[in-house]
C-alpha cells in the first residue's frame, strides 16, 4: 500500500533537509520530481565524497534522494521557466530548501504559483525563514547546534562544545518536521481548495529540540549543562556504565526499573540505603552511586549483561556504528534494504522507519541528472515554443 500515490511534488532541492523530508515521502508513493540546474552540475550532494557510486553519484547523494526522478531545469530561463509552471498545474505542491530570498526571486512562492494553481502548496525549508533580517543567510546543520545552544549540552563536561555525532540531525528533523507542515496543507488545500505558504527553518527546529531544557530556559533562566556518561539531567541511574569488554547504557527511569537492576545485579540492600531510596535521593548523590555500579558492571562482558537485564529494564549495548548495523535485531526488523545501483549492483540504503500494514516501502536509486526530461519534461515542450 502506498498512501501517497497520486501526489505530486515538485521539489527544488539540494543536500539534506529538503531531500530527506521528500525522500520520505517518495517511499510512501508521492511522485517527487527532484529539479536541478544542469548549468552547476545539479544537487552539489551528487559529488560529496568519499564515497563514490560513479563519476556523478554517490552514497552521500543516495541517502537523500530515493525513489526520485530527475529532470533539469534553470528556474531563471524564460523558456523553463514556462515549462516549470506547465509542470506546477499538474503538480499538489512545490518543496524547496533554498536560502530565504530565493523563493520570492524566483517566483517559487504562493503568491506566484497559487494564480496559476489556487490549490497547490508552497513549502519553503530555510535556514533562517523568509521574513526577517537573515532572510538572504545562508545557514547549515552544524551553525544551528551551535547558536541554538545544542552544542553547549553535547560532550562531557570537562570538553568543548561539541555536535551531535550523527551527521545532520537538525536537517533530519527539519525535513520531517517540513513533511508534518505540508502534509497538513494538503489535506486543507483538498478541503478548501485553497493551498498556503509553509515555512520551516533549520534555526527553529534546533531550538524546539532542546526540549524541556528550552522550556527551563525561558522560564527559570536556567541554563542546562553537560551532564558526564551522557547522564539523564534529573532521574539517577540514567546514563553509561563500562562492562568487562565495553559500555552499555542502562535507564532506570521509574523504581520499579531501579529495584529490577538492585535484585539482578545482587545488591538489594541499596534499595534501603538512604542515599538512593527515591530518585531525589540517588540523584543527589549520584557520583556515589555510579561509582558502585561502576564496581559491579565491570565485572562482566556486555554480552552477559545484555543477558541478565534486556527486556527487564531499559538497557541496551553502546555500538559504533558499524556494529549497529551488524546487529541481528536491525536485519530481523528490515531496516537494510537492497538497492542496486548501476555502478555497484550490491548497492544497500537503510530502508525508510515507516511501515504501512506491516511493510516498508521500495527502495530505488535516484537516476542520473536529468535522466526524466523525456517523459516528465518532454512533453511540455510543444506547448511552452
Known amino acids: 500500500m502506498q498512501p501517497l500515490a497520486g501526489v505530486r511534488i515538485l521539489s527544488i532541492e539540494q543536500f539534506a533537509a529538503g531531500p530527506y523530508g521528500t525522500m520520505l515521502l517518495a517511499g510512501l508513493g508521492a511522485e517527487v520530481i527532484k529539479i536541478e540546474n544542469a548549468a552547476i552540475g545539479g544537487d552539489p550532494a551528487r559529488y560529496t565524497g568519499p564515497h563514490h557510486l560513479g563519476r556523478a553519484d554517490s552514497q552521500y547523494f543516495q541517502t537523500w534522494n530515493l525513489n526520485k526522478k530527475s529532470i533539469t531545469l534553470d ?35 504562493y503568491a506566484q504559483l497559487g494564480r496559476i494553481k489556487p490549490s497547490i502548496v508552497c513549502l519553503h525549508i530555510s535556514a533562517y525563514g523568509r521574513d526577517n533580517a537573515r532572510a538572504a543567510w545562508p545557514g547549515y546543520d552544524y551553525l544551528m547546534q551551535a547558536e541554538a545552544g545544542l552544542m553547549s549540552l553535547t560532550g562531557e563536561p570537562s570538553g568543548p562544545p561539541t555536535r551531535f555525532g550523527a551527521p545532520s540531525p537538525i536537517d533530519h528533523m527539519t525535513g520531517m518536521t517540513a513533511m508534518i507542515g505540508l ?67 542502562i535507564m532506570c527511569m521509574t523504581q520499579k526499573f531501579w529495584e529490577v537492576l538492585l535484585e539482578v545485579i545482587g545488591r538489594p540492600e541499596l534499595a534501603e540505603d538512604p542515599r538512593f531510596r527515591t530518585n531525589p535521593d540517588r540523584f543527589a548523590h549520584r557520583e556515589t552511586l555510579t561509582a558502585i555500579l561502576d564496581g559491579v558492571m565491570t565485572t562482566r562482558s556486555t554480552a552477559d549483561w545484555l543477558k541478565a537485564l534486556a527486556g527487564k529494564l531499559p538497557i541496551a549495548p553502546v555500538f559504533d556504528v558499524r556494529q549497529a548495523f551488524l546487529n541481528p535485531f536491525v536485519a530481523e526488523v528490515g531496516m537494510v534494504q537492497a538497492a542496486p545501483h548501476p555502478a555497484d549492483p550490491d548497492f544497500k540504503v537503510m530502508a525508510s522507519p515507516i511501515k504501512i500494514n506491516g511493510a516498508r516501502g521500495p527502495s530505488v536509486p535516484c537516476p542520473p541528472l536529468g535522466a526524466n526530461n523525456a517523459d516528465v519534461v518532454g512533453e511540455l515542450q510543444p506547448a511552452s515554443t
Not at 78 to 86: H, K, L, T, Y
Not at 205 to 219: E, F, K, P, S
Open 183 to 249: 502534509l497538513s496543507a494538503l489535506l486543507g488545500a483538498r478541503t478548501t481548495g485553497k493551498g498556503c505558504d509553509v515555512d520551516v527553518s533549520l534555526l527553529d527546529v534546533a531550538l524546539h529540540l532542546l526540549g524541556y531544557a528550552g522550556t527551563w530556559a525561558i522560564n527559570d533562566g536556567a541554563g542546562a549543562e553537560r551532564q558526564a556518561r551522557s547522564a539523564h539531567y534529573s532521574v539517577a541511574p540514567v546514563q553509561t556504565f563500562p562492562t568487562a569488554d565495553g559500555w552499555v547504557f
Open 75 to 109: 528556474l531563471k530561463s524564460p523558456e523553463d521557466r514556462r515549462r516549470f509552471e506547465a509542470l506546477a498545474l499538474g503538480a499538489d505542491a512545490v518543496v524547496n530548501n533554498l536560502r530565504g530570498d530565493q523563493p520570492a526571486k524566483l517566483g517559487i512562492e
